[in-house]
């Protein structure tokens, strides 16, 4: 008897294309209310295509988008997807102090959990940002009573990443000599690679998923599934959307950012042919199951 296919975890970081780092010099934070706001929109057709296949999904909300779309996270909620935070402010982890990355997630929790009367029990930061200078934050998300974090990437980039760090989830225990002396541990989802030699590649999704040949990302989530390890894939609501306005920013910028914007939906709905997927947190279940209970702030 053949094995069941393997359940990878689909993620989607709810943000407005103008949230996105590379336009941080060129649309400051006070400029964003100011701007077309496309995310409700796009966000309701993926919710509208994962109906049609019958998947459900964690969708990282930004509590910048909770909070002036209060109906768009229960709507998620009502289509029984996880809801999960990325923060409130989109800024990068590496560029807060301690105090201001807990007053974010904080805040960003207590919208969502507000929006639908769930706990929130799972984080991504900004542009993968938990890096080598901001591990403390992890001691930070233990405090805010999350369980699970997807931060860190096991790969260099020029903005994130932590090249050696596990290529499968793993435990994190608080930080001895942090701050609270109380006992907590983390689990780390780390986004998806493949080993080439001595290097760790991206098949996670993302701009990846969009500048690369579709075929890389099958090939690689197959060779991860095939070690019955499930692939954590993500996208943006933005990424499907392809008439979104164009914004200043430096080349490489530009090209991560708006290349294959038409054909991410064809894409998209190939890998959901492809593969079977769910919310990351039934992926995780029972590596949750082992960790202790957290209380909810």
Known sequence: MSKPPVLNAMTIDVEDYFH???????????????????????????????????????????GWVAERFPDLVRRIAAHRHEIASHGYGHKLVYQQTRREFQEDVRRAKQLLEAATGVPVIGYRAPSF??????????????????????????????????????????????????LLEVPGSLLEVPGSTVRVGPLNLPVAGGGYF???????????????????????????????????????????????????????????????KDFRFGTLRNVLRSNLDALPSQSVT
Request: aromatic share 12%.
């Open 20 to 62: 996105v780092s590379v336009f941080d010099k060129t649309v400051p934070r006070p400029r964003w209310d100011t701007l077309e706001s496309r995310v409700r929109i796009n966000t309701e057709h993926l919710l509208s295509l994962f109906e049609e296949v019958d998947i459900r999904a964690t969708f990282f909300v930004l």
């Open 129 to 178: 940002s938990i890096t080598r200078d901001s591990l403390w934050a992890l001691d930070v998300l233990i405090d805010e009573g999350f369980r699970y974090d997807a931060s860190i990437f096991p790969i260099h980039h020029d903005r994130y990443g932590i090249p050696d760090s596990p290529q499968r989830p793993y435990m994190i225990n608080r930080t001895p000599g942090s």
């Open 210 to 272: 969009r500048i690369l040949p579709y075929s890389w990302t099958k090939w690689g989530i197959a060779r991860i599934n095939q070690e019955s390890q499930p692939a954590i894939f993500y996208l943006h609501p933005w990424e499907i959307d392809p008439g979104q306005p164009r914004l200043p920013a430096r080349w490489m910028g530009r090209f991560r950012h708006y290349t294959n914007l038409k054909k991410t939906e064809s894409s998209l709905r190939r890998l959901l």
